[in-house]
Nanobody, 126 residues
Framework: QVQLVESGGGSVQAGGSLRLSCAAT????????MAWFRQAPGKEREGVAS?????????YYGGSVQGRFAISLDDAENTVYLQMNSLTTDDTAMYYC??????????????????WGQGTQVTVSS
């Protein structure tokens, strides 16, 4: 079992930045693959960024955030971060952290993750 707690959400104006944190506890092998997803009202859950830490460090990003968002991992703190820059109103959503024993492909498909946090809201105003 893996427990995930997100923080760092809030309200920001377009063009601003936020950094989300996801603190992970529990089975260390259950955190080999970690990711951020988001879901806006009336839309499907979207993979934002993933990071694979087994045998190296691999990162993948969804097309809409490529070049603006960065995922990172602090092993010592068991925390995954999502640095979000140049935010737009389209980035407004509930952001969720997810974890899995292994990554599959780009690891941006929600069905690949058995463990989820409760989410943190990000609101970007124009």
């Amino acid at each position: 079992q893996v427990q995930l707690v997100e923080s760092g959400g809030g309200s920001v104006q377009a063009g601003g930045s936020l950094r989300l944190s996801c603190a992970a506890t529990g089975d260390p092998y259950g955190k080999n693959c970690m990711a951020w997803f988001r879901q806006a009202p009336g839309k499907e859950r979207e993979g934002v960024a993933s990071i694979y830490t087994g045998g190296g460090m691999y990162r993948y990003y969804g097309g809409s955030v490529q070049g603006r968002f960065a995922i990172s991992l602090d092993d010592a703190e068991n925390t995954v971060y999502l640095q979000m820059n140049s935010l737009t109103t389209d980035d407004t959503a509930m952001y969720y952290c997810a974890a899995a024993y292994r990554c599959v492909g780009s690891a941006l498909a929600a069905e690949g993750y058995p463990y989820w946090g409760q989410g943190t809201q990000v609101t970007v105003s124009s």
